[in-house]
């Protein structure tokens, strides 16, 4: 997909949190360097400034190449980065120390300012470092574990620099409110994301379930119509060809009542897959809704779904299933209408949304279509040329393309069966017949030619 966004349009849901997680914890980076480095060259003079500024950037990265790490290891895509968690935990213990020694020793006193920024330094390399350390654990108690670990750590090591015993106990709280603070932001992101797989996971097993029911559906229909007379027709030939072997006339008998018997089953088959291939066009309407409604997308469904003709209701039913799973697997679409109207003896059926990407080809002929709503995005797809065909065998059309307002819109117009009976009588009916080349002559095939095809 083209365009400076398109990046992120051909993610899904899940891989958006995911993105969005993990550039969070790379601006944690980039938080850390402008708020407890940059300050450094404004409040340290000398060369200590240019010392600090590297080692507080270095941690910066090996925060952020952490995170990283340990957002792939908590995906299942590598291996815990024990290594890299070691490496973050001595290089937060001394950029700390280090940071602690700025704000004032008994061999080196320091300025307010110094001692106000190496105090802030000092509980905001524990903090990002402590937060990121949490990734690497899955267990609640172990983080728990780490943020008290890192306040009492920050604690001992405020006493040998000279710190009083005040001072060392506000810097403890502080360092654990911080770090607490960062760690519980990173074990929920860690949850949310988690549970964003998991509800995509539950989704698709979910539409896998539905179809696996529908096959067992089927299949008990057609054991409950071919299991019995397969059986009699099995018994039957057998029947049959003992008395052939006898020379029994019997067994023509026999093998008749075997014709009729396959000829019901095929005709009891055909039956079966007409109801399996129909579709109610009310059903349709209310299963697009709901499933829509549950993907968080906002639909609208104007117009009646009943008191149309069979065929029609089938054929509509039809670009109603299609257009829905069309809309939900392609683009990403927040509003999708389904308006439906009868004018002029002709039935309108038109589905539309706002998932279109910006940069759509111009729009595509009659039956084709690309991007959501019309079939796959490198070429037209097979649904709906299945679809158009089965509207042309009604005389029907069938539009798909982008539309104003950066919309998708799908437009299937079939027209109304003429009502059964003789015609009216006319001055000369040969003459008012239409002729053979004009497309609304067309007759509505049957529903077992279409159920063969």
Not at 70 to 79: E, F, H, M, Y
Not at 297 to 307: K, R
Not at 331 to 357: F, K, Q, Y
Not at 423 to 443: F, L, R
Request: glycine content about 12%.
């Amino acid at each position: 997909m083209s365009g400076p966004g398109g990046w992120w349009q051909g993610k899904s849901t899940p891989a958006k949190v995911e993105s969005y997680t993990r550039w969070s914890f790379h601006f944690f980076a980039l938080i850390e360097v402008t708020s407890l480095g940059l300050p450094l060259f404004a409040n340290v003079p000398g060369t200590l400034s240019w010392w600090l500024f590297p080692l507080l950037c270095g941690h910066a990265v090996l925060c952020a190449v952490t995170a990283s790490r340990a957002l792939d290891w908590v995906r299942g895509t590598r291996d815990r980065p024990g290594r890299l968690l070691t490496a973050l935990a001595a290089a937060t213990a001394l950029v700390a120390v280090a940071a602690l020694t700025l704000s004032g020793t008994d061999w080196r006193p320091a300025t307010d300012a110094e001692v106000r920024l190496g105090a802030s330094m000092f509980i905001g390399v524990i903090a990002f470092g402590t937060g990121t350390l949490a990734l690497g654990t899955r267990n609640r108690r172990r983080m728990t574990h780490v943020v008290l670990g890192a306040t009492v750590g920050a604690g001992a090591a405020s006493f040998p620099l000279g710190f009083p015993g005040p001072a060392a106990v506000v810097t403890a709280g502080t360092v654990l409110l911080t770090a607490g603070f960062l760690t519980f932001t990173a074990a929920f992101s860690v949850w949310l994301l988690d549970a964003v797989y998991e509800l995509d996971a539950a989704r698709e097993t979910r539409a896998r379930l539905a179809v696996a029911e529908e096959r067992l559906r089927f299949g008990r229909d057609l054991h409950d119509v071919m299991g019995r007379n397969l059986a009699v027709i099995a018994l039957k030939s057998e029947l049959a060809v003992q008395l052939a072997r006898r020379g029994r006339p019997e067994a023509v008998d026999q093998m008749t009542e075997v014709q009729r018997l396959a000829q019901e089953s095929q005709r009891e088959v055909r039956e079966v897959v007409r109801g399996y291939r129909e579709a109610d066009l009310a059903v349709e309407l209310a299963g697009a809704q709901g499933v829509l409604k549950a993907a968080g997308i906002a639909c609208e469904v104007t117009g009646p779904g009943t008191g149309l003709p069979a065929q029609v209701q089938s054929a509509l039913g039809w670009v109603v299933r299609e257009a829905t799973t069309n809309v939900l697997r392609h683009g990403d679409a927040r509003w999708c209408g389904v308006s439906l109207r009868v004018t002029d003896g002709r039935v309108t059926l038109t589905v539309e949304n706002d998932g279109v990407p910006d940069a759509v080809p111009s729009a595509p002929a009659a039956g084709e279509g690309t991007g959501p709503g019309g079939g796959s995005r490198n070429g037209g797809g097979s649904g709906l040329v299945g679809l158009r065909e089965r509207l042309t065998g009604l005389g029907g059309t069938l539009r798909a393309g982008p539309a104003e307002g950066g919309m998708f819109r799908l437009t299937a117009e079939v027209p109304m069966p003429d009502p059964p009976g003789p015609k009216p009588p006319g001055p000369n009916p040969s003459a008012s017949d239409p002729p053979a080349s004009d497309p609304s002559a067309v007759p509505v095939p049957r529903r077992e030619n279409e159920v063969r095809s």
